[in-house]
């Protein structure tokens, strides 16, 4: 046996009270695709920094190769052949490709040769790995998957030999999912050591040969890939059994209640985000949007939802117009028509991050009896609501007194969903419902909105997540520029359609 | 030939009133391009001039009193640093802090050293900068309009002023040209990207505005050691703010902040050119509304004139490696 390439002994990580990493040992061997999984804040990011130079550990040894090395800040860990691709881009925008790859590696003080010699080698290894990057176009004209590419040419550039890569799917169409799947497997074929960190079960059975569990900061196991399944690696993350398909019933279809018509919407710098939209959703019905954040979704909900201004065309709800370019109808009289809008950006959005969750769970009724009178709060019926409420909904801990921004995103998403649900809607507007979600909140926010529309409620749903697309919705459409590209009733249709649809070829 | 040397002097002051703007504003554009806001500018300059001044006087020398100048200038950007940037504090309020402090410091250290609130002592020709004549001056000035350039335009300014304008073209060199540049742009969008390429935010930070202390020293100095022969309370009168609404109607540039300084110079010229003059079916304009004139420009400028200044992604927002 070998000794592994990298080795990590007890590693203890604390953020203030939270402890991140308790004594996590790890062995990753030369050669191989090492996956780490686990759910969203299960410290998988936080250990990788560690081994990065970015955080330090309160305690515990990282060995290179038998060697044990103090990583006091990435250069360190650079020198040592680590390199890191993360979840948001280490990319400076309006900068070239050129430039972020040398930045902090230039050589010398003043441009020159060496800055020649650095565009010649990397040209050098575009051409190697098939990478087709133009050295001298601006990160911020370039798509999130070559946006990636440059992510990984900058840590081969700096002499990566172990390369960690955070979440690298998540922003990805299936096919551009392929296209990094199948560099990776190249660089492993050149001896490079791959780990993946991802909380998808799919990724881990596709492309690793080992794979390590994090569960609340603990690392609760080893295995070879092949000696596992989905649902066992489900049950380590968890901790409990889970289901891991949704239980949906034959859907009983009603009349058209929510429609739009040829429209368009511009976005905050007057650009035309949304372009001749027409849909129907029927009561009883998911509808699916599909599709790469960025292309018109975000500005759609918005819209729909009476936040933002309709550049043509119109909306309506029972047949009547709520929405054209002339008028709209704010929020506050949409919700009173049965219109409840769950939106994309939690924290932006959804909640006052500062405020009580007592306070986010009545904010939109607070003004109403029974939760005030005369304008004055009546806390102790917000009290006993909120209390009855987190217990129905399941949100942990069940404290109305505690700050929002102290819940778990999974937590926070459940007190919009309470909010939202609990005068129920007759159209529900939802976006990305489970972005940074855990697992067992995901299967209970599923379940709510299967049971929403079980009993008639006309539901769309926009996420960027494919596989909570086929496995919520009755009917799909797909975004791509802002235009529906495609639809399609959800019955046999693959991942791989979608994602032709996703980017734009087919 | 009366409108010719009309138009050479209003020139000339253009050039003479725009030096601390430019010396301002291309301190600003290290800081800023760094990340960290700089309305302390206007403080700076002030205590720049102040100890100038007291410097000179006490040491002989203009040239130690604005290395005197450039040392104090340099610790109230670490001032700066180390409540922004080592402690995360609040840029803008760092910053007010600073300005408001230095007004009272000044004066009450003109009131305690010299007995008269906020005011220095004259300087003598040894203690202060003299006007340049540059070679052949006045033997060229009978040419018509290359003598006028030279003897009139060019000749004749305070070492500083031709200071001023070298300055510009090496900070666009450093800023472009240089690994160091690089870095400081780099830590101004994305310092994470900075981070995790192994170099030290932080350190980039506070490199950053020292270069800041040092090249607005230079626009303390020549108010109080250059035009003026003495220092006197709020000296700098709001300069260090509109060097900033230049830098930002420069877009964080040093060619374009220069436009923009010389843009502000001009007016000011004008409006003391214009200050009693009776204007054709108009009559004489009063002065308030004159000298109202630069900064009514500046207001237009900044509230949209030029498109929107896309500031540096990462300005005012202190860098917290561990969430």
């Known amino acids: 046996m070998v000794s592994p390439i990298l080795e990590l002994t007890n590693i203890n990580k604390s953020f203030g009270h939270v402890q991140a990493n308790k004594n996590i040992n790890l062995k990753i061997n030369k050669g191989t695709i090492h996956g780490i999984i686990g759910e969203n804040g299960a410290g998988k990011s936080t250990l990788m920094s560690i081994v990065f130079g970015l955080y330090q550990a309160n305690s515990g040894s990282i060995k290179i190769n038998g060697k044990e090395i103090n990583l006091r800040s990435p250069r360190d860990s650079i020198v040592n052949g680590i390199g890191m691709v993360h979840q948001h881009f280490m990319l400076v925008e309006n900068f070239t490709v050129l430039e972020n790859i040398i930045l902090g590696f230039e050589g010398e003080t003043v441009f020159g040769e060496k800055l020649a010699n650095a565009k010649k080698d990397l040209e050098e290894l575009c051409k190697t790995y098939n990478f087709n990057i133009d050295l001298d176009a601006t990160i911020a004209d370039l798509s999130v998957g070559f946006r990636q590419r440059v992510e990984i040419l900058k840590s081969l550039y700096r002499g990566a030999e172990i390369l960690i890569l955070d979440e690298p799917t998540g922003v990805l169409t299936p096919q551009e999912v392929d296209e990094l799947f199948k560099i990776l497997r190249s660089l492993k074929e050149e001896g490079k050591t791959i780990v993946l960190i991802t909380h998808k079960l799919i990724e881990i059975m596709d492309l690793t040969s080992e794979v390590s569990v994090m569960r609340q900061g603990e690392m609760v196991g080893h295995t070879k890939t092949q000696d596992t399944n989905k649902e066992q690696l489900a049950e380590m993350m968890v901790g409990r059994s889970v289901l891991l398909r949704v239980d949906k019933k034959e859907i009983k279809k009603g009349e058209v209640i929510f429609k739009v018509n040829n429209l368009s919407v511009k976005d905050d710098l007057d650009v035309i985000r949304v372009k001749n939209i027409n849909l129907e959703i029927r009561s009883g019905e998911i509808l699916g949007i599909a599709g790469v954040t960025g292309n018109g979704q975000t500005e759609l909900l918005e819209a729909l939802s009476g936040i933002r201004k309709v550049e043509s065309g119109n909306i309506q709800l029972f047949g009547e117009k709520i929405s054209d370019q002339d008028n709209f109808l704010n929020p506050r009289m949409l919700k009173e028509k049965g219109l409840a809008h769950v939106p994309e950006d939690r924290q932006r959005m959804g909640l006052i991050s500062d405020f009580k969750a007592h306070e986010n769970l009545i904010f939109g009724y607070h003004d109403q009896e029974p939760f005030s009178k005369s304008a004055v709060l009546n806390n102790k019926e917000i009290t006993e609501y909120s209390s009855k409420i987190m217990q129905e909904y399941d949100v942990r801990p069940n404290s109305p007194n505690l700050i929002t921004s102290n819940f778990s995103g999974g937590n926070q998403q459940k007190i919009i969903l309470s909010r939202e649900l609990n005068e129920n809607p007759k159209v529900l507007l939802v976006g990305q419902p489970t972005r940074g979600v855990d697992i067992g909140a995901i299967e209970f926010i599923h379940q709510r909105l299967i049971d929403m529309r079980d009993r008639g409620a006309a539901i769309l749903l926009a996420s960027v997540e494919l596989d909570e697309i086929l496995s919520l919705s009755d009917r799909i459409i797909v975004m791509f520029d802002g235009k529906i590209v495609g639809e399609k009733e959800n019955k046999n249709v693959t991942d791989r359609e979608l994602g032709l649809l996703m980017a734009g070829v087919a | ?323």
């Open chain 2, 1 to 323: 030939m009366e409108f010719l040397s009309d138009i050479a002097s209003l020139i000339n002051s253009t050039l003479r009133i725009s030096t601390p703007l430019v010396f301002a504003a291309m301190a600003g554009i290290f800081a800023e391009r760094s990340g960290v806001i700089d309305f302390s500018l206007e403080g700076k300059m002030l205590m720049a001039a102040f100890v100038a001044a007291v410097g000179s006087y006490y040491l002989g020398n203009p040239w130690l009193g604005l290395l005197l100048a450039i040392i104090v200038c340099v610790c109230l950007s670490m001032l700066h640093g180390f409540a922004s940037v080592t402690h995360k504090g609040d840029q803008v309020v760092s910053c007010v802090a600073i300005n408001i402090l230095i007004i009272g410091l000044t004066t009450a250290l003109a009131a305690a050293w010299f007995g008269q609130a906020g005011l220095t002592p004259t300087l003598n020709e040894e203690q202060r900068f003299l006007e340049i004549n540059l070679p052949f001056a006045d033997s060229v000035r009978d040419i018509p309009i290359i003598g006028t350039l030279y003897s009139d335009i060019l000749s004749g300014h305070y070492v500083f002023v031709y200071l001023a304008y070298l300055s510009v073209p090496i900070v666009f060199w450093i800023v472009f040209k240089t690994s160091f540049g690089l870095r400081l742009r780099a830590v101004g969008e994305n310092p994470s990207a900075v981070d995790t390429a192994g170099i030290n935010v932080f350190a980039m930070r506070y490199k950053a505005l020292a270069v800041n202390g040092v090249l607005i020293a230079f626009a303390g100095a020549h108010l109080s050691t250059a035009v003026n022969a003495n220092f006197f309370r709020e000296m700098s009168a709001g300069r260090g703010y509109l060097a900033l609404a230049a830098m930002i109607f420069g877009k964080w540039h040093p060619k374009t902040a220069l436009i923009a300084c010389l843009l502000f110079g001009f007016t000011d010229a004008l409006q003391i050119r214009l200050q009693g003059v009776e204007l054709p079916a108009i009559g004489e304009i009063p002065v308030q509304l004159i000298q109202a004139i630069p900064y009514i420009l500046t207001v237009v400028l900044l509230a949209g004139f030029v498109g929107k200044a896309i500031a540096p992604n990462a300005i005012g927002q202190p860098y917290i490696k561990e969430r």
